[in-house]
């Protein structure tokens, strides 16, 4: 059965860095997302990408970060210049359309000096 | 905009005995109705969905849930844990039209002692 896979698996990164967080989703599925979980908290949205763009994206999903489907298969989130509160476990999931459901990937930690 | 409040952040139940864990949503919209579960560095995993039809859903694992529309509940059950039941779970609803992004409730942190 085919599943959504992440790299890497925990990232340490200081503070005032780029990091890139990576994703290849199932194939076919159509939106892709990524939600983030702060240490203790509850899973967020962060943003929706469908037909090559950004369908809808939260609040917390500022300037700082950005995502691409740079060649059809991997789904990327950028953080520009990470912060310390930017240390949280980033999950990418795909699906949406008829079926409703959304299959996620394991995760990556991302940890901010 | 959707809220989604689980009212118990831990429950502690004793092997073969049932479990309820409660979620309640709050929408000015119609709304699809997910569980999923997280076991220990683990992704999420979805236990089960109520998109349409009959009230009780079966899914995964023995679970099932009901969902109460006057009440605006979708608890979730199973009426004899096991110990690899152990595992944290998320009550989800989303949209149905758009993004269908998922809003998460604050989890439940279900413990089966032996």
């Known amino acids: 059965e085919p599943e959504v896979t992440q790299t890497p698996s925990h990232q340490v990164t200081q503070m005032g860095q780029e990091v890139i967080l990576r994703c290849v989703p199932i194939?076919?599925?159509?939106?892709f997302y990524w939600y983030r979980q702060i240490l203790g908290q509850k899973v967020e949205f962060l943003v929706s990408?469908?037909?090559?763009?950004?369908?809808?994206k939260s609040e917390i999903f500022d300037d700082q970060f950005s995502v691409e489907r740079p060649d059809g298969s991997n789904f990327t989130l950028k953080i520009r210049s990470t912060k310390l509160e930017d240390s949280a476990m980033y999950f990418c999931?795909?699906?949406?359309?008829?079926?409703?459901?959304?299959?996620f990937g394991p995760g990556t930690r991302l940890t901010v000096t | 905009a959707q809220s989604v409040t689980q009212l118990d952040s831990q429950v502690p139940v004793f092997e073969e005995a049932p479990v309820e864990l409660r979620c309640n949503y709050s929408?000015?919209?119609?709304?699809?109705l997910f569980w999923y579960v997280q076991y220990p560095n683990q992704g999420l995993q979805l236990l089960l969905k109520?998109?349409?039809?009959?009230?009780l859903v079966k899914g995964i694992n023995g679970f099932e849930a009901e969902f109460n529309k006057s009440q605006t509940s979708f608890h979730l059950r199973k009426p004899s844990v096991h110990i690899s039941d152990t595992a944290e779970y998320f009550c989800?609803?989303?949209?149905?039209?758009?993004?269908?992004?998922?809003?998460f409730g604050q989890g439940t942190r279900l413990t089966i002692n032996p």
């Open positions: 999931a795909g699906g949406g359309g008829s079926t409703y459901e959304q299959y």
């Open positions: 194939s076919n599925h159509l939106y």
């Open positions: 990408f469908y037909n090559n763009e950004i369908s809808e």
């Open positions: 929408s000015s919209v119609s709304v699809y």
């Open positions: 109520y998109l349409s039809g009959s009230t």
């Open positions: 989800a609803v989303s949209e149905f039209q758009g993004a269908q992004k998922l809003v």
